[in-house]
């Protein structure tokens, strides 16, 4: 893709994708979504940041997801986001379902951190301001606070879209006692909750306990992130640890003892994948979407190369019961 030639989106590109209703709202979403929470920060290159997003948007992905602290620093990507919607997508906003959240730390002091009205405000105020934009499609709480009520912390959601600076909102990371509560609260307040963002993939499997059920009979959409592990659900660290990737760059997040301790895993799961014809990381994400009440997979990356290996999972979202009970084994 060139650096230079103004941007012109794939015509073809909602044949590539497939969409899903969100919950019981009459939001589509993508089957696959892309975050940008690494490999959009200040030191990450930016012609491949804006590669990776253009092949997205080319693939029919058109769901970006941000937060006020991705980075690093934190705030970054939401500025580098800006610059590439201000100078390749400007003409393509109204495609687009752009998201940020707030509820990790994201400045000194009491008011920038938790779930107070103080800092949600303030927070989406200024992500705003870093993209350029004058309301989010989605904005979420980002992680529960205990020691803030609840009433509080929905009572901003829904003041955001009654404000017009969000158009639907969402929660993150909720047990489903607390999502419960808080769906319960949303719904008085006439903004039903359009979407819960946990973690779920092949090694963690927590949000079938209740959360799922919970969403699927709340009418509540999921949308599911670290769907391959940070990459540990790939091929990537089968036959060694590449230089370039997150658990030997310098990341807080995934380091190679992690690796190491699942790589005899990887390989099996890798085994099963191949007997699919899928590469490890489609299977991941297929194994994700064969659940209807799962709305979008939400994948990270580093390569155009891999949201293109990736976004081939929707080709094949069936599996057996022996390959289920196989996969189950090797965990
Ligand atoms: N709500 C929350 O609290 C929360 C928390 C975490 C993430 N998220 C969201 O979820 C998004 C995705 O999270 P994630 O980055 O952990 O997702 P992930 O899809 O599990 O991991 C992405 C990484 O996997 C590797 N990869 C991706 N596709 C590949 C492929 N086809 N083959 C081989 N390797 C591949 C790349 O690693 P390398 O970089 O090593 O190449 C890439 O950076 C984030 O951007 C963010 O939007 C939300």
């Known amino acids: 893709m060139s650096k230079k030639l103004r941007y012109t ?16 709202s009459g939001l589509l979403l993508p089957e ?9 920060g200040k030191n990450d290159d930016f012609y491949n940041q804006r590669d990776l ?5 080319d693939n029919g992905i058109t769901h970006f997801d941000l937060a006020n602290n ?14 590439i919607l201000e100078k390749d997508f400007k003409s393509y906003r109204d495609e687009l379902i752009i998201s940020s959240k707030a509820g990790y730390g994201m400045w000194e002091g009491p008011y920038g951190d938790l779930g107070s009205k103080k800092f949600l405000v303030a927070s989406l105020d200024q992500s705003l301001q870093r993209m350029g934009l004058e309301y989010v499609d989605i904005f979420y709480h980002h992680r529960p606070d205990y020691d803030t009520p609840i ?26 006692e607390r999502a419960k509560q808080a769906f319960k609260i949303l719904q008085d307040l006439g903004t039903p909750c359009l979407i819960h963002q946990p973690r779920y993939n092949i090694f963690d499997r927590w949000i079938e306990n209740e959360l799922l059920d919970l969403l699927g009979n709340s009418g509540v959409g999921a949308i599911c992130f670290s769907p391959l592990a940070q990459g540990m659900l790939s091929n990537k660290y089968i036959n060694g640890l590449p230089k370039d990737s997150r658990a030997v760059k310098d990341s807080p997040f995934l380091n190679t003892n992690q690796v190491l301790e699942k790589l005899p895993k990887i390989k099996k799961l890798n085994e099963i994948a191949q007997n699919r014809q ?10 994700i979407l064969k659940d209807h009440r799962i709305t979008s997979v939400l994948i990270g990356a580093s390569k155009i190369e891999q949201i293109l ?22 965990l």
């Open 151 to 176: 009433e509080e912390t929905m009572g901003t959601l829904d003041l955001m879209v009654r404000q017009g600076k969000a158009l639907y909102i969402g929660i993150s990371n909720y047990q489903p």
């Open 32 to 40: 696959i979504s892309l975050g940008l929470w690494q490999n959009f």
């Open 9 to 24: 989106a794939s015509v073809d590109r909602y044949k590539k994708m497939n969409y899903r209703r969100t919950g019981k």
């Open 309 to 330: 290996d990736s976004i081939k999972a929707i080709q094949n979202t069936h599996f057996s019961e022996e390959e289920l009970n196989n996969i189950k084994e090797i």
């Open 70 to 83: 991705y980075g690093p620093p934190p705030g970054s990507a939401e500025e580098n986001f800006g610059k």
């Open 53 to 57: 997003l253009k092949c997205a948007f």
């Open 278 to 287: 899928q590469s490890l990381a489609q299977m991941a994400i297929s194994w």
